[in-house]
């Protein structure tokens, strides 16, 4: 199953030419409030998901408009990031891993690395990423985005996947820029990955059963209608479980909690944004999201 969050304030079930809007539905079964937000959808999904198939046939049915789309999760508690995670070692677009220099980090080495981006940073699908003000480089990174469906903490390897909800994609935005006075060194990933606009996520959540082999899917960016990035999955250091039983170790992961699983490309290889282009950002059995970009 694919669920969308949708204007002003719906949830809805895509199908192949549009979608199905699901939330009056529920709420007339008492299976959710009105109103109800996907982080109610996760967190309650085991006790509905036996009644979707009655709910979606009395659901509203509306022709795909990717401008009613909104974030799928428009306010997670928390994002994490991983850094350092694609084993590049390329300059080939094709080659899958990544590219840029090998890294030279142990997989523990790269968890350690994971920052935190701030919900505030999140938009959907058709809004505009806004390049700061200032001396600023803004780059796009494609990356697969982890939703938590259940609490976890200190979970296994073994265990993690059973915490996991679904996948969206992600952009990771990052601004390179001025170094803070007097410092000599660069701004910290959770400023210069933190600016407004700098967390795109969607188009929509596959649910885990669309997506039997999370290490195993294509990504491709385009920046107005180039291609940019290329990759595969199984390019990554550190899986979703990996990733998943790690941070749970940190703190309590919470329904709709986004885990972006890291870039594959280094700096070297990624383009400036200006204002005006189009991005279109696309993950194999996820679907594909168009992004602007604006000057702020």
């Given at each position: 199953?694919?669920?969308?969050?949708v204007k002003?304030?719906d949830?809805?079930?895509i199908?192949?030419?549009?979608?199905?809007l699901?939330?009056?539905?529920?709420?007339?079964q008492d299976l959710l409030?009105?109103?109800?937000?996907?982080?109610?959808?996760?967190a309650?999904?085991?006790?509905?998901?036996?009644?979707?198939?009655?709910?979606?046939?009395k659901?509203k049915?509306m022709?795909?408009?990717?401008q009613?789309?909104?974030?799928?999760?428009p306010?997670?508690?928390?994002?994490?990031?991983?850094?350092f995670?694609?084993?590049?070692?390329?300059?080939?677009?094709?080659?899958?891993?990544?590219?840029?220099e090998?890294?030279?980090f142990t997989?523990?080495?790269?968890?350690?690395?994971t920052?935190?981006k701030?919900?505030?940073?999140?938009?959907?699908?058709?809004?505009?990423?806004l390049?700061?003000?200032?001396?600023?480089?803004?780059?796009?990174?494609?990356e697969l985005?982890?939703?938590?469906?259940?609490?976890?903490?200190?979970v296994?390897?073994?265990?993690?996947l059973?915490?996991?909800?679904?996948?969206?994609?992600?952009?990771?935005?990052?601004?390179?820029?001025?170094?803070?006075?007097?410092?000599?060194?660069?701004?910290?990933?959770?400023?210069?990955?933190?600016?407004?606009t700098?967390?795109p996520?969607?188009?929509?959540?596959?649910?885990r059963?669309e997506?039997?082999?999370?290490?195993?899917?294509?990504?491709n960016l385009?920046?107005?209608?180039?291609?940019?990035?290329?990759?595969?999955?199984s390019g990554?250091?550190?899986g979703?479980?990996?990733?998943?039983?790690?941070?749970?170790?940190?703190?309590?992961?919470?329904p709709?909690?986004?885990?972006?699983?890291?870039?594959?490309?280094?700096?070297?290889?990624?383009?400036?944004?200006n204002?005006?282009e189009?991005?279109?950002?696309?993950?194999?059995n996820?679907?594909?999201?168009?992004?602007?970009?604006?000057?702020?």
């Amino acid at each position: 199953m694919r669920i969308a969050s949708v204007k002003p304030n719906d949830l809805a079930v895509i199908t192949g030419d549009g979608f199905i809007l699901i939330g009056a539905a529920l709420a007339a079964q008492d299976l959710l409030p009105a109103g109800a937000s996907m982080i109610d959808f996760i967190a309650n999904y085991d006790g509905l998901k036996n009644s979707l198939a009655g709910v979606i046939a009395k659901g509203k049915k509306m022709p795909m408009d990717a401008q009613l789309l909104k974030a799928p999760v428009p306010q997670p508690s928390k994002i994490y990031a991983a850094a350092f995670n694609y084993k590049r070692g390329t300059s080939d677009l094709t080659a899958g891993a990544g590219r840029g220099e090998t890294l030279k980090f142990t997989p523990e080495e790269a968890l350690e690395m994971t920052f935190l981006k701030p919900s505030s940073a999140v938009i959907g699908p058709e809004q505009a990423i806004l390049i700061p003000k200032g001396e600023r480089v803004v780059y796009p990174e494609l990356e697969l985005c982890i939703v938590i469906g259940n609490r976890a903490r200190n979970v296994s390897q073994a265990q993690a996947l059973d915490h996991v909800f679904g996948f969206t994609i992600m952009l990771d935005m990052t601004a390179r820029g001025p170094n803070p006075p007097g410092t000599g060194a660069g701004a910290c990933r959770s400023v210069r990955k933190g600016f407004e606009t700098f967390a795109p996520s969607g188009p929509w959540i596959a649910t885990r059963d669309e997506i039997t082999e999370p290490q195993n899917l294509q990504m491709n960016l385009w920046i107005d209608g180039e291609l940019r990035q290329s990759a595969k999955t199984s390019g990554m250091i550190n899986g979703v479980a990996e990733l998943v039983s790690f941070l749970s170790e940190v703190t309590t992961l919470n329904p709709g909690d986004l885990i972006s699983t890291g870039n594959p490309d280094s700096p070297a290889f990624q383009r400036k944004l200006n204002a005006g282009e189009k991005l279109t950002a696309e993950i194999e059995n996820i679907g594909a999201m168009n992004l602007t970009v604006a000057n702020a």
